[in-house]
């Protein structure tokens, strides 16, 4: 009996302290004035954006981070406490309700993913590697590993949370802005999942989160001629299950509509000079499908619309596109259903945060956070002139 009330009470307290992490996002004063509500121009847009500084950023990347601790590895404390803390956060962000807000249940397809991790060992290491390789046994226990953790997420219930706001004179053309909220860490030598462990994931997908909830923030204080939708997809790092159950639902209203397309927020808090093989900073990546890829056309329609606005409201960072049909991200499911999706990230290429990249050493404290902010200007101001149709 003693452990239910002690239990009770570590949750009570566990709640608790997510909402005062959300509340102190809340006490940053923003107020949107004349032409920052409604910008006719890149400087108008410009002076909107920047109501949020690199500081905001700051701190709310590392809120999220803390108000989710130990980790937001599916099912877990953590992973529940991220969800709280990403309500109350939108909740205190548009007290007026400005937006909608819906926290959208699903089933995963536990049967796809297990497919999907099935189908890359064939694809992947069968052709290449003998079974008396110790490559392929390692590949294929960590195959079976996660086939057998999809099997105790079938009775899951995942939660992908949405805000909108609709377009006053425009409301069906529509952007979704995406960024996933759980973690994951593996074992590096046998890479099987480490569940237990810390994972702080501020790279990932804090970053990505980080950006999202700043967007909101702001908009919510605008007029908006056109919809912006923003998700916080769930169960990424397991199969992309959650963009996967968003698009299932949503595919024939999309398709209904004059959807732009997806801006998925992938890692955005990574760059280095050191690590990097061009030694560079600031060289960020904008992934699309291949050129002959079906859907290419969409997608660079897409990523020049944001782009070449996007780069008119920074110096800080660039975003060269690179059509390489990029799989490690929600923005597959919209490529499957025929969407256009851009997914906005690190430069995997020559910058890859390889040594941080799941595992529980992703902290807030390697996050450059010049590089972050300079991509919350960069892709958030390419989102605003497409809303206000800035020349």
Request: proline letters at 3%; glycine letters at 6%; charged letters at 25%.
């Amino acid at each position: 009996m003693k452990k239910k009330i002690l239990a009770t009470l570590i949750f009570t307290l566990s709640s608790f302290n997510t909402n005062l992490y959300a509340l102190s996002f809340a006490q940053t004063t923003l107020f949107l004035k004349g032409t920052e509500v409604a910008p006719k121009s890149i400087a108008e847009t410009k002076k909107s954006l920047d109501t949020l500084s690199q500081e905001n950023l700051n701190d709310l990347l590392r809120e999220f981070v803390k108000g989710s601790r130990p980790n937001r590895f599916v099912g877990s404390v953590g992973h529940s406490k991220s969800r709280q803390f990403l309500i109350d956060a939108i909740k205190s962000s548009d007290p007026d309700n400005s937006g909608m807000l819906v926290v959208d249940d699903f089933k995963p397809d536990v049967a796809w993913a297990q497919k999907l991790y099935r189908d890359d060992f064939e694809r992947e290491v069968v052709p290449n590697f003998k079974p008396s390789d110790p490559k392929y046994k390692i590949w294929k226990d960590f195959t079976d590993h996660m086939v057998s953790e999809f099997d105790q997420l079938k009775s899951f219930t995942g939660k992908n949370i949405i805000w909108e706001k609709k377009g006053l004179s425009k409301a069906d053309e529509i952007i979704i802005v995406g960024a996933h909220y759980d973690t994951i860490a593996h074992d590096k030598k046998t890479l099987r999942l480490k569940t237990d462990v810390e994972m702080p994931g501020a790279d990932d997908n804090g970053s990505g989160v980080t950006i999202a909830l700043a967007m909101i923030k702001v908009l919510a204080r605008m007029q908006l001629p056109k919809t912006v939708r923003i998700v916080f997809f769930d169960m990424e790092e397991m199969g992309f299950l959650g963009s996967r159950a968003y698009v299932e639902k949503y595919r024939t209203e999309l398709k209904q509509k004059k959807f732009m397309g997806l801006i998925n927020l992938e890692m955005l808090g990574n760059d280095t000079v050191t690590g990097d093989t061009k030694k560079k900073s600031g060289n960020m990546r904008a992934y699309i499908r291949k050129d002959q890829e079906k859907g290419h056309a969409d997608d660079a329609k897409l990523v020049n619309l944001i782009n070449n606005k996007g780069s008119k409201f920074t110096q800080v960072t660039s975003f060269e596109v690179v059509s390489n049909s990029f799989n490690q991200s929600d923005h597959i499911h919209f490529w499957e259903a025929g969407l256009p999706a851009v997914t906005y990230s690190e430069n995997w290429e020559d910058d890859f945060n390889r040594e941080r990249y799941h595992t529980s050493n992703d902290f807030p404290e390697a996050i450059n956070f010049k590089t972050l902010h300079g991509s919350y200007q960069f892709i958030f101001g390419g989102l605003l002139s497409w809303c206000f149709d800035i020349p």
